[in-house]
């Protein structure tokens, strides 16, 4: 039997929460180094597994790494995990988030042996999410990441944290029920619950319990919460602003992401039928999504706040490619999902450590911090550029890729304009990008900042670890592509494309 890569991966945080749990208080540097411990041994197994992936066997749409076992006979449900070149590069990247934000963490002090026990176990499940090739397993991964984050912002959080953590969970609790709804339906009528063997059979077999479209929509307004979509999005911008740095970094990063997968593997997978039928309506829901998100950024105060709005735009773009249904565009739909981890992952933890240190988060407030955080000022502006697309960071190469496979497919009508309105959104994204860039550490010098401390040494070591990737996957983007191409193209055979 072959090594279990990913049980170890996904399990691997978790057993690092029980062990933090198990101890008493007063040993906080203990605590941070077996955080540390507990996040980047799962990072160094998923880079392992991701340079001994064989790009021959994912060509023809084998699942690698799998693991099986029977879990409950009676339903025909299995501990069933494997990656594909679609998944596999999620896991990296949340992996590797995982361990960031443990940095992040580190000048943390309240409450903080429950701390990173709900942070190491917000991994385990968003892990188990992208690992899961049985819908109740993957079900049960996607309900337990509520529990971490409801406590990360509730406890942790700042501003209206009790509105925001409760609204989260009432928001994410509503997607979830109508996700399961649409499992039972599929599961009642084929009598299976592996979500390999759902999307090879196509939708041929699901039509006795309710309509196919039905079912296809009760599981996409699940993960369109997540994603999320407008009219579901207005949880993020309350989640992102009150939620603790190495929270927002997760949500924005990872969290999210989750929405955007699950379309791509179960929406379209199992009903790439009726995903063709629904795609122009779907894409103009993704414009709406990136106009009006960046409508809205252009007008926040709050240096959070703006971030956290510009996201709802940026996965307006992920719908687009998605449901432009050609495989260039869902090819970048998954890179556009992993450049917006690494670029709002970023953003987010500049925007916490500028908050933490100046001890202000309104833009009208701010200004010449260039001078005081020139360190903090240089990676702001790198994480900034690639949001808007500038050439050489994933951002770019993220967006070329989706606008020009969107604007290429001849499956969806209408998709050239389509796209060519979503541009729109990058042109407002690069205004209040630089608007904010400008807000912040320029412009005349505030002496009430004097005193303003630029990041520390472990600051600057991920800071400029994410700065690395964010360049390496914009100057070589096949370091991902190569590998996504191999996950969509059975699916983009599904849809016809």
């Known amino acids: ?28 540097k203990l605590i941070r180094y077996l955080a540390v411990l507990f996040t980047s041994l799962p990072l160094i197994l998923s880079l392992v597994a991701f340079s001994v992936f064989d790009r021959s066997a994912a060509a023809t749409g084998v699942m690698q790494f799998q693991e099986k076992i029977s879990w409950i006979p009676a339903m025909n449900a299995n501990y069933h995990l494997g990656v594909d070149g679609l998944s596999l590069p999620m896991v990296v990247l949340t992996a590797f988030l995982g361990l960031v934000v443990v940095f992040i963490s580190w000048k943390e002090h309240l409450r903080v042996r429950e701390y990173f026990v709900w942070l190491l ?44 953590s409760i609204k989260y969970v009432l928001y994410t609790l509503f997607g979830s029920a109508l996700m399961l709804a649409g499992i039972l339906s599929l ?20 039509q006795s319990v309710m309509p196919a479209v039905a079912i296809f929509f009760l599981l996409l307004i699940g993960f369109a919460v997540k994603l999320p979509v407008v009219p579901f999005h207005t949880w993020l911008p309350d989640a992102h602003t009150d939620a603790p ?26 009903f790439p039928s009726v995903a063709r039928d629904y795609a122009p309506f779907l894409l103009t829901l993704a414009v709406i999504s990136v106009l009006y998100g960046a409508a809205v950024t ?32 869902l090819t970048g739909a998954a890179l556009q999902m992993v450049s917006h981890g690494l670029l709002t992952g970023l953003l987010f933890a500049m925007a916490g450590l500028t908050i933490h240190n100046v001890g202000e988060r309104d833009l009208r407030k701010l200004g010449g911090l ?43 009508a209408g998709a050239p304009v389509f796209t060519i309105l979503a541009v729109i959104g990058v042109v407002l ?51 991902l592509t190569d590998i996504i191409k191999l996950g969509i193209a059975p699916l983009a055979g599904l849809l016809g494309g």
Not at 9 to 17: K, M, S, T, W, Y
Not at 434 to 439: K, M, S, Y
């Open 245 to 270: 740095t190495a929270g927002s970094v997760m949500l924005a990063g990872a969290l999210i992401k989750m929405g955007g997968y699950g379309i791509i593997r179960v929406c379209l997978g199992i």
């Open 187 to 206: 599961y009642f009528t084929t009598g299976t619950l592996n979500m390999v063997e759902l999307a090879g059979n196509g939708m041929a077999i699901v």
């Open 298 to 329: 252009l007008r926040q105060t709050d240096l959070k706040r703006l971030i956290a709005y510009s996201s709802v735009s940026h996965m307006g773009f992920v719908l687009l490619g998605i449901f432009a249904l050609n495989e260039v565009s």
């Open 370 to 412: 260039a001078r005081q955080m020139p360190a903090v000022a240089v990676v702001f502006s790198i994480a900034g550029l690639g949001s808007l697309g500038l050439p050489t960071t994933s951002g770019f190469a993220a967006e070329f890729i989706t606008f020009a496979g969107a604007f290429s497919s001849t499956l969806v």
């Open 1 to 28: 039997m072959s090594f279990p890569y990913l049980t170890w991966i996904v399990f691997l945080p978790l057993v690092g929460a029980i062990i933090i749990a198990l101890f008493s208080g007063g040993r906080e």
């Open 429 to 479: 994204g690069a205004g209040y990008i630089l608007w904010l860039i400008q807000r912040v550490f320029y412009g005349p010098v505030k002496e009430e900042y004097n005193a303003v401390k630029d990041a520390d040494g472990l600051e600057k070591i991920y800071m400029f670890a994410l700065v690395a990737l964010i360049m390496l996957v914009g100057i070589y983007p096949a370091i």
């Open 121 to 164: 176990l917000l991994e385990t499940s968003i892990l188990g999410v992208f690992t899961s090739l049985d819908l109740l397993l993957f079900f049960v991964f996607w309900e337990v990441e509520i529990i971490p984050m409801y406590f990360l912002i509730s406890i942790w959080g700042s501003g209206r944290k009790e509105y925001s």
